[in-house]
């Protein structure tokens, strides 16, 4: 499953082929998400619920870059030249995330059926990757 706050979209695959495709809002739009993976890792106590564990993946910059990654060097009169960036508001952790994560209440119960044991929720500011399919791949985001 796959929540995109650039597409408003939440998308579910099953067996690499689309089983929905419905809206999603994340409140307060102005600040990233970042993009988080959680994985059903188990059942708890009454067999109903799902436990998650999540992975956080680096933040990117302005350019698409990852922050800590190659930085061309400029000349002393560019640096000079070159406007400040605006400072950037920090992507949200995993939890705050979900959080800000607004589904249907007939969507979530349809994917409330949809999850098990070892399956994935990806969060990310990024769109749906036009290297997904319509039948036959899993759900894509490009990162960089």
């Not at 408003?8 to 690499?16: F, T």
């Not at 098990?116 to 985001?141: A, M």
């Amino acid at each position: 499953m796959l929540v995109s706050k650039k597409d408003q979209r939440v998308y579910v695959r099953q067996g690499l082929a689309p089983v929905l495709d419905a809206p999603a809002t994340v409140r307060d739009p102005d600040t990233p998400l970042g993009t988080h993976v959680y994985i059903a890792a188990a059942v708890e106590g009454d067999g109903a619920s799902l436990k998650w564990a999540a992975i956080s993946m680096p933040s990117m910059g302005a350019s698409g870059e990852q922050a800590s990654a190659r930085s061309k060097k400029k000349s002393s009169r560019e640096e000079k030249a070159r406007e400040p960036e605006a400072p950037r508001r920090p992507a949200s952790s995993a939890a705050e995330a979900l959080e800000r994560i607004e589904i249907p209440n007939d969507v979530s119960e349809r994917i409330s059926e949809l999850m098990w044991t070892g399956g994935s929720l990806v969060i990310s500011d990024q769109p749906l990757s036009g290297e997904t399919s319509d039948i036959g791949t899993d759900l894509v985001v490009t990162m960089r």
